[in-house]
């Protein structure tokens, strides 16, 4: 059976990346910021803005090129997939990430703000 696990986003990168190394290869992370506008329904119920903020991680050769020219305030559109992520924190207590791994980015240019 088919199963696909793909990622669309176009939005602004919320801080400056940040970048480690795992066996000397770098791991780039940052957020990235989607804005949904505020609407009012046919009802006439208005639904406010809202923003929904992703974890990015990017590896490799994308790596080096995002930790270049990905900074905070950069309208970015990235293709990649859904990754969650368990783990223990010092109290045993179980944690979960969900992070989108890039696989394809592209930038869009400043973000006006």
């Known amino acids: 059976q088919m199963s696909v696990n793909k990622v669309i986003l176009l939005g602004v990168v919320g801080k400056d990346p940040e970048t480690r190394y795992y066996n000397e290869k770098p791991i780039v992370s940052f957020s990235l ?14 639904i406010p803005e809202q923003t929904e903020w ?30 969650t992520r368990t783990w223990e924190d010092r109290n045993a207590i179980k944690r979960y990430v969900t992070e989108i791994y890039a696989d394809t980015l592209e930038i869009l240019g400043r973000s006006q703000s």
């Open 33 to 46: 910021a989607t804005t949904e506008r505020a609407r009012t329904t046919a009802t006439g119920v208005t």
């Open 54 to 83: 992703h974890n990015i991680v990017v590896w490799g050769k994308n790596a080096e090129w995002a930790e270049n020219y990905i900074r905070k305030g950069t309208r970015l559109y990235l293709e990649g997939k859904i990754r």
